[in-house]
């Protein structure tokens, strides 16, 4: 079993539309939980970093939550853009004290349409 | 600008020919990590380094090579490729610390025949 899943899959909205991916992750404890961006045939882009003791984190129209006691994150995208379009990937940073690993979500494909 | 630059970005060779993906940063971080990317599965770290002359495996070494000869070098080698090496590789590179930002390459994809 993954240790970080994410839902759903793939996801079709609409412009301006908002819309909210989720993360569900079993490693523990951590260090840091990232959401990247990922254009296609391109490599992941950090949107956000968050330690075990954030809630929440922005950057522009991507907000991040986290809720450590259930282990779920979301992110939450505002009034998107056809530029939104991409896969968004959750990380998880075990507290193993080396920092060499990194756990990825196999990704959400968001697809934004005129 | 920081920067991570992988090469070749598109590579088609055949199984059995050595070949080397070339990864190299800017930033003097200590990590540097490979990792391949497949449909429907997240990102699967193959060997990372955590500094000059220190490397160890991921969770899927198994066909791979690396070194760490200089810090802002780590080349990953295929000694013998085969069809099932088939995928998009990226390198990563991030400081010592655990909650800093890790900067991606551009990505290699490999076809193997």
């Known amino acids: 079993k993954n240790q970080v899943e994410q839902s759903p899959q793939s996801l079709i909205i609409l412009e301006g539309k908002n819309c909210t991916l989720q993360?569900?992750?079993?490693?523990?404890?951590?260090?840091?939980l990232r959401w990247y961006k990922q254009d296609t045939g391109r490599g992941p882009v950090s949107l956000t970093i968050?330690?075990?003791?954030?809630n929440t984190k922005s950057n522009g129209r991507y907000t991040a939550t986290l809720d450590a006691d259930t282990k779920q994150s979301s992110l939450h995208i505002t009034a998107s853009q056809l530029s939104d379009s991409a896969s968004y990937i959750c990380?998880?940073?075990?507290?193993?004290?080396?920092?060499?690993?990194?756990?990825f979500g196999a990704g959400t494909r968001l697809a934004v349409h005129p | 600008e920081a920067q991570v630059t992988q090469n070749p970005r598109y590579l088609i060779t055949v199984t059995g020919k050595k070949l080397t993906v070339t990864c190299s940063q800017n930033m003097n971080h200590e990590y540097m990590s490979w990792y391949r990317q497949d449909p429907g599965l997240g990102l699967r770290q193959i060997y990372y380094s955590m500094n000059v002359e220190v490397t160890d495996k991921g969770d899927v070494p198994e066909g791979y090579k690396v070194s760490r000869k200089e810090k802002r070098n780590f080349p990953l080698i295929l000694e013998s490729p085969s069809p099932n090496q088939t995928s998009l590789y990226f390198c990563?590179?991030?400081?010592?610390?655990?909650?800093?930002?890790?900067?991606f390459g551009q990505g290699t994809r490999l076809t193997v025949v």
């Open positions: 990563a590179t991030w400081p010592g610390e655990g909650g800093t930002e890790a900067f």
């Open positions: 968050m330690t075990f003791s954030e």
């Open positions: 990380v998880v940073v075990p507290f193993s004290g080396g920092y060499n690993k990194l756990i």
């Open positions: 993360c569900n992750y079993t490693v523990s404890p951590f260090s840091n």
